[in-house]
């Protein structure tokens, strides 16, 4: 039987896409975010150094 050695063949590109995936996701979340600032205007008050956007209900720090 070779099924041990083809799990870790399956496994070894699934584990080297993590990081870039998670890298994607990070930017696809900072690119949502400017985004958001520049379309959506309805912006609630910052709380705690934090805002939240109430057309896609999401929140963001305050860096500026
Ligand atoms: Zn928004």
Redesign the pocket.
């Known amino acids: 039987m070779r099924t041990g050695l083809a799990e870790v063949c399956l496994d070894k590109p699934r584990a080297a896409w993590m990081p870039v995936g998670e890298f994607l996701s990070t930017l696809l979340q900072t690119v949502a975010q400017q985004r958001?600032r520049f379309l959506?205007d309805k912006i609630s008050r910052p709380v705690e150094g934090k805002y939240r956007?109430w057309?896609?209900h999401?929140e963001f720090e305050t860096d500026w």
């Open positions: 958001c959506h956007c057309t896609c999401r």
